[in-house]
């Protein structure tokens, strides 16, 4: 019932000019951060939605006042729909930059210890037995060290870019799914670009 009823705002939304869908999607997401912020403002979707949403989404001039007044709980309702909605991509996105972070803070110790390991020569390090069998090891795949240090030179600069690539696209109306879902999306994209 309530992804139904989400698509059918999205649905609604997206007749919306560019200029309105964008100016939309920029106060979304600052209410977005606003409700996230709720322990310290006390402002709920549910709050931020009975504010925003009469400004948001009125009726015409000349429609019935009457029947604007009945209008107002749907049109708050819209409103804290599509803030909690966004607040759930919002948490999912910053997840995902949460666990990017965790893998760039293990690659780049791992680079850091290969690193420290290349500049030590075996009299400056203290040996014990079972290090001595690492270090004749780590001498014979001397060759795959530097395959290694460049792998995660890679895999650190990618996680750079995957991370501003969702930082960027943090105030997005529009749902990121899967990479077969979006395949399979793309020739509808025009008309569930807000889906």
Known sequence: MKQEQLAAIYA??????EANHNSLERLIFHLVKVALLEDVNRMSPGALAIIFAPCLLRCPDNSD???????????????????????RKYKVKMEEIS????A??????????????????????????????????EEAAGGDEDREKEILI?????????????TYRLPE????????????????ASTESLL
Not at 65 to 87: A, F, Y
Not at 154 to 166: A, P, V
């Open 99 to 102: 666990q990017l972070e965790a």
């Open 12 to 17: 609604v939304l997206e007749h919306l000019p």
């Open 154 to 166: 890679e895999r650190i600069q990618s996680i750079k870019e995957e991370k501003q690539d969702i």
């Open 104 to 137: 760039e803070s293990i690659a780049f110790r791992r680079l850091s210890l290969l690193r420290q390991n290349a500049n030590k020569s075996p009299k400056t390090r203290d040996i014990q037995e079972e290090e001595l069998e690492v270090l004749l090891e």
């Open 65 to 87: 006042p009457l029947t604007s007044m009945k209008d107002v709980l749907k049109i708050t309702t819209c409103v804290e729909m599509l803030i909690k909605e966004q607040m």
């Open 173 to 188: 109306l529009d749902p990121r799914g899967s990479d077969e879902e979006n395949l399979d999306s793309e020739t509808s």
